[in-house]
Every structure is written in C-alpha cells, then in structure tokens.
C-alpha cells in the first residue's frame, strides 16, 4: 500500500491544500494528532453529504450538543443517529431542508437505520451520493472480537464510490479489500511541537502510588483511565474520596454501581468532580472542553484486570486527545507481569495459521465420514475451538479478528517489563517518557483483596502478609504504606486472622498453605499448649503436692479443675494431666483405690 506524507504547520488539517475541498477519497489517514478538525470539516465544511461512522454513542451526543463560542449550535445541520433515534426520523431529516446531508452514527445504525432509509428515498443514491468516512478506525481492529457489529459497515464501505478512514492511530488492516481498492497510507507530520510528557510509575503498589499523585495536585481536577469499573469502586473505597468523586462509564456498569451502593455515576461527560474516573467510553473521540488544563492519569492492573491494559500507541494517545485545550500533567501507574503468556507477532501469525489449517482438515473429516459418532465428535471439536469464531460464513478466517489477536499480543508483551512499556511509548512518537519505580512494603494483592472477592487462603494469606509488612522496617528503596490500614485497624477488621497469626505465625501459617480449616486445627492445639505453659498455671498446680504424697484420681480431677476454672481455662481436668506438671506413677493404695505416687515436679 503506497505511502503518502502530508506535512501539518497549523492545527487544524482542514487548512491544508489536500483536505481543503473535502477529505481525500481511499485513503487511510493517519492524523497523528486528535483534535485536527478533520471529523468537523466533513461534518459541517465540506459542501457534500457525508456519512460519518462513530464507535461510540458519547462522540455522537458530544457533537450534537456542542456550541460554539457564540453560544449557539456548532453543528446545525447534522443528524445523528444512535439508539432510540428511529429510522423514520432519518427518513424525515433526508427529506428536510438541510442542502448537505451529514448524518453520523454507530455502525449498528447506520446497518439497521440509516442505510434502509436511505436506499428507499428515490432523491438518493446511497453510494454515489454520500462520502463515508471511518472515523476512529482503529476502534474496528481493537474492539471486534467483542463488539463484531464495528466490522458490519465494512462491506458497503467499499462499495461507495467516495470513501476513507481515519483516526490519530490508526492501524493497517490485513483486508485485502483495501489493496484491491487501490486505498494508500496518508501519515499526517505535524511540524510544530505536539509531543507529550509522561511519568510511568512502575509500581507494586496502584493505590499507593495513586495516592501520593493526588496529593501533589491539591485542588485541581484530575481525570483518571481505568477500564474497570470494580477496580475503580475498590479504589475509591480505599482512598476514601466518595464525596470527591465521579465515574464516568457505560450504562451497565452504571447500574452496577447505582446497585453496589455508589450513585454518583453517569454515562454522559458532565458535572465533573475533583476526582473524575472514566472507562473505555470514553477513551476515543469524545471532546472534553475545560477551561483549566487538568491532570490526566492512567492506570493499568496487569494482575487482576488484564483488560485494562493500555495500548501506548493508540489509548494513551487517545486518551491524552480528548482534552481540546491541552492538559497539565500526564501519569501512567502500572504494574507489570514477567508471567503473562503472549506470542510475538510472527509466532502469533503461525498459531492462527496453524488452528486455521487444523480446523480445515477437520472439516474435510467430517465432510467424508458417514459415521454418526465421528461427525459428533468433529463437530464438537470444530465448534469448541477458538479458531471457530474466527471463521467467517464464507470459510476465510475473517481478517480484523486476525488484527485484533496480534494488537492484543503485543500489548500484552508491554506489560511482561517495564521496560517494554517504555520502549512502547517511546516507539509511538507522540511521547515524552519517564520511568519511575514505587515499591511498598505492602502492595496491591494485600489491600484490594479485601475489597474483591477473593478465596479464605488468599485473604488470609494477605492479611498476614500486612501483620508482617507492619511488624518489620522497610528494605531499602522500598516505601512503607499502610494507607490507614495499621496492624491495629486490621486486627480489629479481620480478628480471627490476626489471632492465627499472633498464636502459630506466618512461617507456619505458609507451611500450611494459608488453608483456613488446617490453621484452625494447629492454633487449636497450639493453644492448648499454651495455656497448659502458663506460668500462673504451672505455679499454683505444682503447689499441690509435694514429694511421697498420693493424691487419689479423684482428688486430682478436682484440684485441677478448680485451678482450670479459676484461670478461665476451657478444659475438663483429668487424673492424667499431672504428668505434664509431675515426675509420677500410678498405682494402688491399701484400700484398692487409684492413686498417683508423687516423686518430684517437673521442669517446664
């Protein structure tokens, strides 16, 4: 695919000679930067009708409610196109007034609403008289294993006569379709300076590390990344901002929260707090308008929310993106994991080539076999694998999910080392990076796995890692956090735990795999032989009796258990707890009652 650079000297590429009469057609743009003006201009510039796909439903509310400096509407004459908007009222704005048609939607409208409405108006010609554009195009690649309904539009796309896609990342894809089409690569090169700092805190310790970054900002507002709506409830629980804070998020997660207990959540860009948490939404294309540059962080858990995994090349860009005036201060706080499984990209092209040839000898088996068991069985296998949903109606192995597996392993391989992240965000060329290490003594498995759900060995075993952490000073170069969990907090919070520790200690506790029913069992005898090591008890037992003297079973029973209950000691005495005390023997007296011949006390 031929290469083409254009050179930017201002900001907006609507400027430049190629874009100033529309956006060039079978192109695959690469604007670098968010914020270029290349969505306006086909939205409201150019004098034609376009059609303007959109990933996501916030981008479409942002430019429908958008007003310009006048106050009034920025874009009169569009028409968007979400769910809840019928396909007759697409049919009424066809017919209205508006001269240029610019209609921008999700690709589940445009396949179910816009599409229909438009080849049953006789004034139209859906694919000579309408300009597609792709917008956000690397959303196709990266969300089409969960969100398939983003590769729909992608059949008519090339059957209009005038088309392109775009994004600030935008990736290539593997579909034939664009070389066939004749499509070229347009990299956009900003000439001024437009690379961003960053701080990659490298971290055992999320919540900590978050922590001592909002203290550093003091009251000015911070947006906060994380594609996890759990992580970011545990998050604000632990820091104790509810009253601070705002999550911005899908509507599922929304009634997520609403139902955990946290009402202050909303799906639109609005109201915003001093601590503004939002999900993937919001990650592309929307606009976030703030007369104050805020402080942007973004969080990554590689160890128990893999998908919140960042891509350098293109989240992190996107991210920085949607702030139109620019921001303060950017953070990435991250962990990392040398055991995450992923394959290099040719090793990654091998594994879905060889699944995908398996799969087709399996077919051929079937295909020729007439036994019933057999076609079951093969069935069963092609079905179960993972290459089947890979597998498009005509049998080729569709493409985008191919790019969306190989974009998903080399993100991954950035979070094996720190030091790949690094590499990565250097590589995009939009970065500035910093890498800076956080260890705690205690750290993220510690304090979030009281607030997730988590088995009784791993709370246990966390908790006592916490005792132990607090007991002993920091190693160097490592910080001592506790984020107001003492040892004091923590016993009171998790008393049963506290006490195993305190009676049989962690050593032990990890020789027994921090199983809850065989710790129980050991500080249940442990006990035992505490209590019978007592001084107090040893001292008013072994004043019982002296030398030569032959208390009866009876009698000893007795003494014992009046010592046993006056030291609150919950057990039933018996005859033969005097040999834990006693150097003695049983035997017989004159009148054939059991007794205990003492011959000395014994050191304890």
Known sequence: MERVNLNLRTQYITDTEMFRNG?????????????????????????????????????????????????????????????????????????????????????????????????????????????????????????????????????DFFQFKNKAMISATALIPSDRRFEEHNFKRLYVKPKFNYKQNITIFDTNNIVATLKEELAKVGEEKVFIFLNSVELIQVIIELLQIEDFSKVFCAEKSKVKLIDSGFSNVSTELTDFKKYNFLTCKFFNAVDIDLEEKPNVILITDVLRKAFSMLDPYSDSVQIVGRFRNGIKNAVHISNSNKNLKWKEKQRAISFIKDAYDTYKDLEVMKAITTKEGAIVIL??????????????????????????????????????????????????????????????????????????????????????????????????????????????????????????????????????????????????????????????????????????????????????????????????????????????????????????????????
Not at 117 to 142: G, R, S
Not at 420 to 443: C, D, E, G, Q
Not at 527 to 553: F, G
């Open 379 to 604: 069935t069963e296998a092609m079905t179960g694998s993972f290459i089947h949903s890979y597998i498009k109606e005509n049998g080729e192995v569709d493409p985008y999910l191919v790019d969306g597996f190989l974009l998903d392993q080399a993100i991954t391989g950035y979070y094996t080392h720190i030091n790949k992240l690094n590499r990565a965000y250097l590589h995009s060329n939009f970065f500035r990076p910093t890498v800076i290490k956080m260890n705690y003594n205690i750290n993220d498995a510690h304090i979030i796995s009281m607030k997730l759900k988590s088995t009784a060995s791993a709370l246990i075993q966390n908790i006592s890692e916490i005792l132990r952490a607090n007991e002993n000073a920091p190693s160097n170069g490592v910080l001592n956090f506790d984020l107001g969990r003492s040892n004091e907090v923590i016993r009171k919070q998790h008393a049963d735990i506290a006490n195993f520790y305190d009676v049989i200690g962690f050593d032990s506790m990890a020789e027994l795999e921090f199983n809850k029913s065989a710790i129980k069992l050991k500080v249940k005898k442990t006990e035992k032989e505490l209590e019978r090591n007592n001084p107090k008890l040893i001292l008013k037992i072994q004043s019982l009796y002296k030398p030569d003297e032959t208390p009866s079973e009876m009698e000893i029973a007795a003494d014992f258990q009046v010592i046993y209950n006056d030291l609150g000691i919950c057990e039933i005495a018996r005859p033969s707890h005097l040999t834990r005390y006693y150097i003695a023997s049983r035997t017989s007296n004159d009148q054939g009652i059991k007794v205990w011949k003492i011959k000395g006390k014994k050191v304890l």
């Open 23 to 155: 956006t060039p057609s079978n192109f695959i743009i690469f604007k670098k930067l968010c914020g270029t003006g290349a969505t306006h201009g086909e939205a409201k510039v150019y004098k034609r009708h376009s059609i303007i796909i959109v990933p996501n439903t916030p981008v479409l509310k942002g430019k429908k409610e958008a007003i310009d400096e006048n106050g009034n509407s920025k874009y009169p004459d569009i028409f968007v196109v979400y769910e809840g908007v019928s396909k007759q009222e697409v049919e009424v704005y066809l017919n209205g007034q508006v001269t240029f048609k610019k209609i921008l939607c999700t690709p589940e409208a445009y396949i179910l609403k816009v599409k229909p409405a438009i080849e049953e108006n006789n004034n139209f010609n859906l694919f000579t008289d309408f300009f597609m554009l792709l917008d956000e195009c690397d959303k196709i690649t990266k969300d089409a294993d969960f969100r398939y309904s983003l590769v729909a539009p992608l059949d």
